[in-house]
């Protein structure tokens, strides 16, 4: 089975601008969360949609919205895009078996110039 | 509010040397606790997870073991290879209602030949 994707793998943008990361989970997951990874720090938690639902948000500001579509695919967007947004963003899916262990993709390297 | 700290930050071992990172967080009132290994620029690869009531899990050569009364978690790396050189981060998900997880900032380890 494929683990989770994530596109793209590398982003350059423009301060002000806005961006759309994607993420598709492990067949059979129906939770995603998001996370941002700033160098040096360990991910910090965005959001988490289960069954195309949002169930949590962490401490961003509303430039960062999210959605997840019937396939449970998600979306990460970002408006109005900051320096300090460039980072290293993470999604996660989570099995639905009793361990509800969580499984990252690669990430998306966005740049903010 | 849930701290996760993780020491020593970073750690230079010659190969064959057993390792033990180190893993403690502020409110033991966790459900889980999960170790990744991440390489540089990559994601997070998932290593162990441990329930909150569990005490350990074994995976090959490494041993995550959970005290959560004293909020603290170990895991150990028997036999280093230059190919464990990651960071190792702990991550905490504080409840069944939420697939946030709280991470420390890593063991940035390198084993040398």
């Known amino acids: 089975d494929a683990g989770v994707t994530q596109s793209p793998t590398h982003l350059i943008k423009t301060r002000g601008q806005h961006v759309t990361l994607r993420c598709s989970p492990i067949?059979?997951?129906?939770?995603v969360s998001w996370y941002q990874q700033v160098l040096g720090q360990g991910p910090q938690f965005i959001f988490q949609y289960y069954e195309k639902e949002e169930r949590g948000r962490g401490n961003f500001p509303d430039r960062f919205s999210a959605r997840q579509f019937p396939n449970y695919s998600s979306e990460l967007n970002v408006n109005a895009l900051l320096l300090g947004d460039s980072a290293l963003y993470l999604c996660?899916?989570?099995?639905?078996?009793?361990?509800?262990?969580?499984?990252f993709g690669p990430g998306t390297r966005l740049t903010v110039t | 509010k849930q701290e996760v700290t993780q020491i020593p930050a970073a750690l230079s071992v010659p190969e064959g040397e057993n390792l033990v990172l180190n893993c403690s967080f502020t409110?033991?009132?966790?459900?889980?606790l999960q170790w990744f290994r991440q390489d540089p620029g990559k994601g997070l690869t998932s290593l162990l997870l441990?329930?909150?009531?569990?005490r350990e899990q074994t995976s090959g050569r490494l041993n995550a073991s959970l005290d959560k009364s004293s909020g603290r978690s170990t895991l150990y790396i028997a036999a280093s290879q230059p190919g464990d050189s990651a960071t190792y981060l702990c991550a905490v998900r504080q409840s069944y209602n939420t697939d946030k997880l709280i991470f420390g900032t890593g063991t940035r380890l390198q084993v040398f030949p």
């Open positions: 409110d033991s009132a966790i459900y889980n």
């Open positions: 996660a899916s989570r099995s639905t078996g009793d361990s509800y262990e969580q499984y």
């Open positions: 441990i329930q909150s009531s569990q």
């Open positions: 067949s059979g997951h129906k939770s």
